[in-house]
């Protein structure tokens, strides 16, 4: 009989549990799965007006003719270059940024200074591309900064050597803090008798970072490496999109914009659910290769 009423309460906690994920798995459901029915405009001459199961069906022709475009390959290696900056720079500064900050004395300093940096996390693109845009400009700050050294202007976002400079930094400025928060758990988990036996043995504060600190973050270093490495080919559609023009599309032009401008503007919906359907199955290639090799190098593994 207690068996049975362990079992029994076992069976009532579980069902809390997935009643707990219910309203979640529906969104889920709703909005990611049923979409995926789309990817067959890929292999469509999709008319809008006969529908989506009314379409002439044309296998890979869709993919061949993205290929075939002149601007397709420059597109892929923008989205890259800025993927991969964006990767590894919030990787770098976030680990920096939370070592510098867990050597500082004070909680009210450390409190005051993690929340200044995490604002521009909870802000849209579309209000900081104002903000970016003023700095920016020819007659912004930066600008009126590089003048005191009779540096001339430079107009940033109008200019294809310094665009993706622009775009990593500033996603860099926004997110760095926000992104500090795993790293700073983690190193709320290192022994502090680790420090003290490094200090007794006569090591100083570098010194007890760079053979403590630093290996001690590097399994959370690789692991959310390898977690955002499935995103490499979103270069961040919310950004360039409210930063570019036409002007810097030779080093701006992403995936993204390119599959909005292809989709949506030109109205070529058949193209533009190609290259997002061949953008999917490249990120998903790269998240499971990302995830075995966490696993050998770490142990830890996302599945």
Same mark, same amino acid.
């Given at each position: 009989?207690?068996?049975?009423?362990?079992?029994?309460?076992?069976?009532?906690?579980?069902?809390?549990?997935?009643?707990?994920?219910?309203?979640?798995?529906?969104?889920?459901?709703?909005?990611?799965?049923?979409?995926?029915?789309?990817?067959?405009?890929?292999?469509?001459?999709?008319?809008?007006?006969?529908?989506?199961?009314?379409?002439?069906?044309?296998?890979?022709? %869709?993919?061949? $003719?993205?290929?075939?475009? =002149?601007?397709? @390959?420059?597109?892929?290696?923008?989205? +890259?270059?800025?993927? !991969?900056?964006?990767?590894?720079?919030?990787?770098?500064?976030?680990?920096?940024?939370?070592?510098?900050?867990?050597?500082?004395?004070?909680?009210?300093?450390?409190?005051?200074?993690?929340?200044?940096?995490?604002?521009?996390?909870?802000?849209?693109?579309?209000?900081?591309?104002?903000?970016?845009?003023?700095?920016?400009?020819?007659?912004?700050?930066?600008?009126?900064?590089?003048?005191?050294?009779?540096?001339?202007?430079?107009?940033?976002?109008?200019?294809?050597?310094?665009?993706?400079?622009?775009?990593?930094?500033?996603?860099?400025?926004?997110?760095?803090?926000?992104?500090?928060?795993?790293?700073?758990?983690?190193?709320?988990?290192?022994?502090?008798?680790?420090?003290?036996?490094?200090?007794?043995?006569?090591?100083?504060?570098?010194?007890?970072?760079? %053979?403590?600190? $630093?290996?001690?973050?590097? =399994?959370?270093? @690789?692991?959310?490496?390898?977690?955002? +490495?499935?995103?490499? !080919?979103?270069?961040?559609?919310?950004?360039?999109?409210?930063?570019?023009?036409?002007?810097?599309?030779?080093?701006?032009?992403?995936?993204?914009?390119?599959?909005?401008?292809?989709?949506?503007?030109?109205?070529?919906?058949?193209?533009?659910?190609?290259?997002?359907?061949?953008?999917?199955?490249?990120?998903?290639?790269?998240?499971?290769?990302?995830?075995?090799?966490?696993?050998?190098?770490?142990?830890?593994?996302?599945?």
């Amino acid at each position: 009989m207690a068996k049975s009423g362990i079992r029994n309460g076992d069976k009532k906690e579980r069902l809390t549990f997935h009643l707990m994920l219910l309203p979640g798995m529906i969104i889920l459901f709703i909005f990611v799965f049923i979409p995926l029915v789309g990817s067959l405009m890929a292999f469509q001459d999709y008319v809008p007006a006969k529908g989506l199961f009314g379409s002439e069906w044309v296998g890979l022709e %869709n993919f061949k $003719i993205i290929f075939s475009f =002149p601007d397709s @390959v420059q597109v892929f290696w923008n989205t +890259l270059i800025i993927a !991969l900056g964006k990767l590894v720079m919030n990787i770098i500064v976030p680990v920096l940024f939370s070592i510098l900050l867990n050597e500082l004395g004070g909680k009210f300093f450390k409190r005051t200074f993690q929340t200044i940096v995490y604002l521009p996390h909870f802000l849209s693109w579309v209000v900081l591309a104002t903000v970016v845009t003023n700095m920016f400009s020819l007659e912004g700050p930066i600008n009126a900064f590089l003048g005191f050294f009779g540096i001339d202007a430079v107009q940033f976002l109008a200019d294809n050597q310094w665009f993706r400079t622009v775009i990593i930094g500033t996603d860099v400025w926004k997110e760095f803090g926000y992104n500090s928060v795993i790293y700073l758990a983690a190193l709320l988990a290192i022994d502090p008798g680790l420090y003290e036996a490094a200090s007794i043995d006569g090591a100083n504060r570098f010194k007890q970072i760079i %053979n403590i600190t $630093i290996p001690a973050l590097l =399994p959370t270093v @690789v692991l959310m490496t390898a977690l955002n +490495l499935g995103n490499i !080919l979103n270069a961040g559609f919310d950004q360039v999109f409210n930063l570019y023009n036409p002007i810097v599309y030779e080093t701006g032009d992403i995936i993204d914009t390119y599959v909005y401008r292809i989709g949506m503007v030109e109205g070529q919906y058949s193209i533009g659910a190609a290259v997002g359907l061949f953008k999917s199955v490249i990120s998903f290639i790269l998240i499971l290769s990302a995830n075995k090799i966490a696993k050998k190098t770490t142990g830890s593994s996302i599945f």
